[in-house]
């Protein structure tokens, strides 16, 4: 009886520290995450990565809001070192392959995502609605999380990209274009991709993508899994280097070039 009363106890004992090494956890988590506008440890993307194609959608009005949004001050894209040389891997890899990197957007300054937010409260301004989000009534978007406060991107490890094929000039089709707020974005929309095993089917819009639109996301997606990056389960075009730098970090400086010795 009393060495079962110890065990209870011991067992009660684990229990409370358990809760208190979860609660002592989250909370110096939340208190790490830092806020700073400090670059240095920043790289202008085409100085690592001299063959990517910049098409900056959030400097220009061609994006899911129909303006410039707040923080972008040139049309170009900054990345953490880490993260720029990583990348530099992988377009060499696809280089050889017959294409070049084409970049929609990398780091994004807190004050870029604020915009988004601003936008997505504001319900009436749907000026881009046939272009990104046709399927969807705007009040969702925060709901299904297509908007949030934050973004992987504020912490400067992560890139939207597609492939530029030189052969033919154009973009490599990806069955969908970037910032489509759908299903269909989805890396596992009619296939596998941890296969790469094409299934077909339609999402409940009757949309759908080729076997080969398909075989393209993969050839961007392996190029980037191989060079240490992680996918996204809802875009295609989105990727995060695994061991990105700055995991509790959002930085707030503009996008514009970076000068100086980097
Ligand atoms: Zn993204």
């Known amino acids: 009886m009393k060495k079962n ?10 229990f409370v520290s358990s809760i208190c090494v979860i ?24 100085d690592a990565v001299p063959d990517a ?26 990345l953490t070192k880490r993260a720029a040389d990583s990348l530099r891997a992988v377009s060499d890899d696809v280089m050889a392959l017959g294409y ?11 004050q870029g995502v604020d915009h988004f937010v601003r936008w997505a409260k504001d319900i009436p301004d749907t000026v881009m609605k046939d272009y990104f989000y046709p399927d969807l009534p ?28 030189m052969a033919t000039e154009k973009e490599l089709d990806m069955g ?11 890396p596992d ?5 941890e296969t790469g095993e094409y299934k077909g089917g339609s999402s409940d819009y009757g949309r759908s993508i080729t076997a080969e639109q398909f075989a393209n996301r993969m050839i961007l997606r392996k190029a980037m899994l191989r060079h240490g990056f992680k ?30 010795e980097k």
Request: glycine letters at 6%; proline letters at 6%.
């Open 5 to 14: 009363e110890l065990l209870l106890l011991a067992a009660v004992a684990v």
């Open 23 to 46: 609660a002592c956890y989250s909370s110096s988590y939340k208190s790490s995450l830092s806020v700073t506008d400090d670059s240095s440890q920043f790289v202008t993307l085409t």
């Open 53 to 78: 194609i910049l098409e900056i959608r959030y400097f220009g009005t061609y994006n899911f809001v129909g303006h410039r949004i707040d923080g972008y001050e040139e049309p170009t894209a900054l």
């Open 100 to 110: 070049r990197l084409k970049i929609y957007d990398a780091y994004r300054p807190q």
């Open 138 to 165: 705007k009040d969702v978007l925060f709901e299904r999380e297509y908007i949030m406060a934050h973004s992987g991107h504020t912490r400067g490890s992560t890139v939207d990209l597609t492939l530029f094929d």
């Open 176 to 186: 969908g274009t970037f910032d489509w707020f759908g299903p269909e974005s989805h």
């Open 189 to 193: 929309f009619c296939g596998n991709p």
């Open 231 to 260: 996918p996204l389960s809802t875009e295609w075009w989105h990727f995060t280097l695994e061991e990105e730098p700055f995991p509790d970090t959002y930085f707030t400086f503009p996008v514009k070039q970076l000068n100086g």
